[in-house]
């Protein structure tokens, strides 16, 4: 019910129906399950990648999966979405790489920066 009424809500200020909102939210559990068992943080992350998505002109699952496998290889939290759009976008609009570009080097190199302690601004 909640997401229900978070999908009617929502859809329209990102020029979609609920039942599109819905479907993003099937996307975003699909690439981070974990997000299933708080509806609410299910609902904020799916906003960030929709917002990932329009920023960089790509496809909603594969903003939902780049979102999802970012915070996942540096082991962050779903309230950490956010930061980490911002980063990729900010890192779109400085360097040479778009958002789908960079989502491909960071599913390569993604795991050994973290594992390196590499922030994620950094491997950015």
């Keep these: ?19 599109d909102m819905l479907k993003a939210y099937q996307l975003m559990g699909s690439a ?7 509806k609410e943080a299910l609902a ?11 920023a960089g002109k790509m496809d909603l699952a594969e903003a939902a999966k780049v979102t999802a496998e970012s915070l996942n290889q540096w082991g962050a939290k779903s309230d950490q979405a956010r930061r980490f759009i911002n980063v990729m976008a900010a890192g779109a609009k400085e360097g040479a790489a778009e958002i789908n570009e960079m989502s491909g080097s960071l599913k390569a190199s993604g ?12 491997t950015n």
């Design 44 to 54: 904020e992350t799916t906003k960030e990648a929709i917002i990932l998505a329009k």
């Design 111 to 122: 795991t050994v920066a973290a594992s390196a302690k590499l922030s994620f601004e950094q």
């Design 1 to 19: 019910e909640y997401l229900k009424n978070q999908a009617k809500e929502t859809g329209p200020q990102f020029g979609m129906t609920a039942a």
């Design 32 to 38: 981070k399950p974990e997000l299933l068992a708080n």
